[in-house]
């Protein structure tokens, strides 16, 4: 917008970017949420799979087989 231009917006076109801003800000919301629960259940893995690598070290295998992201986490912390 220009300086000293005075545009006008409607009620309604208000009223549609106000609900367009909070559609956008629930949904960064919500994908905030969703990442979180992402890393807790990646981390809750990998913490469940050091417990068992603690116990038979062969179990590093099976994991890698399963789940190579989580091997390779243990991996990069413990053995790298």
Sequence with gaps: ???????????????????EALNKYKSDQEAGVQKL???KKFTDSVLDAVGAVAKDQTSLIKIA???PEVANEILKKYYG
């Design 1 to 19: 917008m220009a300086e000293g231009d005075k545009t006008t917006f409607t009620a309604e076109q208000v009223e549609a970017a106000k609900q």
């Design 37 to 39: 629960i992402n890393e």
């Design 65 to 67: 087989e399963s789940n």
